[in-house]
């Protein structure tokens, strides 16, 4: 079975710094696809930046960036000038490649809550 | 991206009663997904919805305690069933897009007494 951690549960960052957020995943699956979900106070999941597993190079969203390391199974968030808006819950997770299309459901690290002080 | 309407989008209940979740997606999609988020915690699958079939439970969630409806391929209904405090909880309807995304619904917060 695959499983995802997070092994930072809370993170601070002052604003416009960058902070790193750690994931590691475990699976013997060689297709499948991460992500990185942000879930401010509001509950509301949002889609962050996502990575392929056969893709080498790394994606990109604006100021999210991911550094993947698919040999180690490590998949971490930097978020680049921070600012008061990105101070939520950030949840890794990890989606079989095995399934067709949006077939496929998530598996969800415990989550790292971001503070991000003015 | 889908978008996804929950409701209710909070309730408080009684411990023993029933409370159903309704789920409403902007585009027909095939599976739909519900996850639990007790507090505090990650987000955990309770089942898959197909449209025209039986929903398939992860292990520890059974059809009796959270019977399931997908009756077309917009939308469906979660039913928490003779519910106790530790029900407590946020539920969340998913759906899938493309490329392999996730999109959420904004939740459910149940507080049972």
């Known amino acids: 079975a695959q499983t995802v951690t997070q092994s930072q549960p809370e993170m601070s960052v002052q604003e416009a710094e960058t902070v790193t957020l750690s994931c590691t995943y475990d699976?013997?699956?060689?297709?499948?696809?991460l992500f990185w979900y942000k879930q401010p106070p509001s509950r509301q999941m949002i889609l962050v930046i996502r990575?392929?597993?056969?893709?080498?190079q790394n994606a990109t969203e604006n100021r999210f960036s991911v550094n993947f390391q698919k040999a180690a199974k490590s998949f971490s968030l930097k978020i680049s000038d921070s600012q008061l808006g990105d101070a939520a819950m950030y949840f890794c997770?990890?989606?079989?490649?095995?399934?067709?299309?949006?077939?496929?459901?998530?598996?969800f690290g415990k989550g790292t809550k971001l503070s991000v002080k003015p | 991206s889908a978008v996804i309407s929950q409701k209710p989008s909070r309730d408080i209940c009684q411990r023993g009663t029933s409370l159903t979740i309704q789920c409403q997606v902007d585009?027909?999609?095939?599976?739909m997904f519900w996850y639990r988020q007790q507090p505090g915690q990650s987000l955990t699958l309770i089942a898959t919805?197909?449209?025209?079939?039986?929903?398939?439970?992860e292990s520890g969630f059974v059809i009796d305690k959270f019977p399931i409806s997908r009756p077309n391929l917009t939308f469906s209904t979660l039913t928490v069933s003779n519910m106790s405090p530790e029900d407590s909880s946020i539920y969340l309807c998913?759906?899938?897009?493309?490329?392999?995304?996730?999109?959420f619904g904004p939740g459910t917060r149940l507080t049972v007494t």
């Open positions: 990575q392929e597993a056969y893709k080498q």
């Open positions: 699976t013997s699956e060689s297709d499948y696809y």
């Open positions: 997770a990890y989606r079989s490649g095995d399934y067709g299309g949006s077939q496929g459901n998530l598996i």
């Open positions: 585009s027909q999609v095939t599976m």
């Open positions: 919805a197909n449209q025209g079939s039986e929903a398939t439970y």
């Open positions: 998913s759906v899938g897009g493309q490329p392999y995304e996730q999109y």
